[in-house]
Structure formats: C-alpha cells, structure tokens
C-alpha cells in the first residue's frame, strides 16, 4: 500500500467513524462509480490499526467521563457508572444478534444494490433531520432506551446508514439530551471496536511486512487526528443542531444514488 | 495596570497529559514494536512452496499478545491522570 493511500484511508476512517454520513455506504457508492478493484485494498492488520486509532481518539476525547466510569465501576456498587456501563452492554446486545444471525442475510445489502444505498441515505437524512427538531432536554439513557439506540445500531450496519447518525438520532427522538446522547453514541462503540480488534490480532491471520511499517503508521496517525477533530467537531453539532446540513448532503448523494440505479 | 490585570487573569493552558501519560505511551509503543517486529518474516520465497513458519507460535500468538498488551498500555496513558495520584 503507498503512503498517501494509507493517510487517506486514515483521514476517511477517522471521520467517517464519527460523521453522520455512513462509510459503507459511499464504499458501496465509491465501487459502482469506480469498479471493485478501483479502491485500495485494506489488509486485516491495517482494518485493526485504523479502527483502534478512532478508538484511541474517542478515549482521548472522553477520557474523564471513561475514568470516572470506570473508577466507578470497580466500586462495585450499584451507583451511576456501573448503570452506565450496564446500558452500555445492553446497547451492544442488538448488534451482536445481528452479527451472529442476520449475517447471510445483511451480506445482500453489500452486493453493489445502489437503490438500497440510496433509499438508506435518504432515511438517515430524516433521522438526523428530526433530530435536529428535536427539543433540548436534560434526560439522561434510560435501559429501555440504551436497548433502542443498541437496535439503531444494528439497523445502522446496513449501507447507507450511518451508525453515529442513527444512534444519536434514536438518543434525541427518545427524549435524551443532544449531548449525552453524542456521548453515548460515540462511547457505546469503544467496547466493540477494542474486542473486534482483539479478536482480529489473536485469530492468527494477520501478518506484518517490515515494508507496511510506515503506511501502517501514517494510517494510524491520520486516523487518530481525523477522528480527535471529528469526534469533538460532531459533539458540537449535535448541541447546537446543525445536523442538517448532513441531511442535505445525505439526501442529495441519496437521491443521485436512487436516480443513477433507475435511470444510469 | 488594567494590561497587567489581563496578564494575571489570563487562564494557563495545559497539555493534556503529563509526564507519566507519555511515558506509558512510549512504553505503549515498545510493546506494540516489539510484537511487529517478532510478527515479520515465516513467508516462503517460492509462491508455490507453503512455508509452515509463518504460523509459528512466535508469529501467531507471541506476536499479537505483545501487540494486544501494547494497546492496552495505551489505553492506560490515555485515561491515567497522574494529577489524581498527586492529590
């Protein structure tokens, strides 16, 4: 892989993870405009790297709130932190059922349908345009919620819908404040990307080439920035509504979409 | 007088982390160095040769257990705050 591919791959991780604008989709675009083969292949090794830098940037973004978390939690009591991470794992449940049963079946949504792409996009553009309606509140994640916002997640997995735009989307229509529900948006994933990235680095199918070490790198380095300024970027968004613009340019690519796998 | 007044109000900015937090992230570093560095080499200069050492218990799981607990050393800097320890 060339040095600039891989700081490009990074910047597009890195924002994407956090930007409401679906990365898979406009992978899925980006293959029918290019061909298959037209974009950079990413090894596993280099998937792991990128994904644990957005990672690192969300733990470095949030790091007081994963502290006091945490120092909670190893309280053992039955105090707000612990509630938290509770939630937490609640939200990962959806997801995880998805990922273990409904994979054949999601595996279709990644065949080069452009129409679903677009149909997709333009559904995120009215989640994230509702959203942005939505009105400011100080409520916290309930358990029930932290459940719907894990089933946004799951649907999220299909092209087309971005999991940050879902995720935060379902938060705010649910009642909950625009800036918890960043929040938990952005923290609720830390805990599947780092088991994902452990489970990739111990399944033994990686391997490293000396040569890789410094795309590998530069990869992770622009995925670590991209993600820090996206990350603290879209938590500003969110506060003070201005999600829409995302929906227009959701639904503008969404309908291009839908009218290029009509009439292209 | 009222400048100087500014100069005293003017709140100090920080870095993020301290000493300590670099220090576990280049030990962070090491780690994750060291399990690439032991993670290269095992493949076969033929194509149409399989060369079993690529799989070797040092390329497979030494490896990408150095690597797995390099990252947890970087998680680690990330969230200590030695001014807590202080205190």
């Not at chain 1, 679903?116 to 996009?121: C, S, T």
């Not at chain 2, 962070?28 to 095992?42: D, K, R, S, W």
Request: hydrophobic fraction near 55%; proline fraction near 3%.
């Amino acid at each position: 892989m060339e040095l600039i591919d891989a700081i490009i791959l990074g910047i597009i991780q890195g924002l994407t993870e956090f930007l409401p604008v679906s990365s898979s989709g406009h992978l899925e675009l980006g293959k029918a405009i290019l061909g298959a083969h037209a974009l950079p292949e990413e090894s596993l090794l280099f998937t792991v790297i990128l994904h644990f830098a957005t990672a690192l940037s969300t733990l470095v973004v949030f790091r007081k709130d994963v502290f006091e978390i945490l120092k909670g939690l190893f309280q053992f009591k039955w105090n707000e932190e612990t509630q938290f991470s509770l939630k937490i794992v609640i939200s990962m449940i959806p997801a995880a059922l998805v990922g273990l049963f409904l994979n054949d079946f999601i595996e279709v949504f990644f065949d080069g349908a452009i129409i679903i792409v677009g149909i997709m996009l333009i559904i995120t553009a009215v989640l994230l345009y509702l959203a942005d309606l939505a009105k400011t509140t100080d409520k916290g994640v309930s358990f029930r919620g932290a459940f719907v916002i894990g089933m946004a997640q799951a649907v999220a997995i299909l092209p087309g819908i971005s999991r940050s735009g879902a995720t935060i989307s379902a938060a705010v229509l649910l009642g909950v404040d625009k800036t918890k529900s960043a929040r938990f948006s952005f923290l609720m994933v830390v805990p599947l990307i780092l088991g994902k990235v452990a489970k990739d680095l111990m399944g033994g199918e990686i391997n490293f080439h000396g040569d890789q070490a410094v795309a590998m790198g530069a990869g992770f380095i622009a995925a670590f920035i991209a993600g820090l300024a996206a990350c603290t970027w879209m938590i500003k968004l969110v506060r003070q509504s201005k999600l829409t613009y995302f929906a227009i340019y959701c639904l503008i690519v969404g309908l291009i979409a839908v009218a290029w796998s009509i009439w292209g | 007088m009222s400048k100087k007044n500014k100069n005293v109000q003017k709140p100090t900015k920080e870095f993020i982390f301290q000493k300590k937090n670099y220090l576990f992230l280049f030990i962070g570093l090491a780690f994750i160095a060291l399990g690439f560095i032991l993670m290269t080499g095992g493949g076969s200069d033929d194509p149409e040769v399989f060369n079993p050492d690529i799989y070797s218990f040092r390329r497979i799981r030494l490896a990408p257990t150095l690597v797995l607990i390099g990252l947890g050393i970087q998680i680690y800097a990330i969230l200590l705050n030695p001014k807590k320890n202080k205190e």
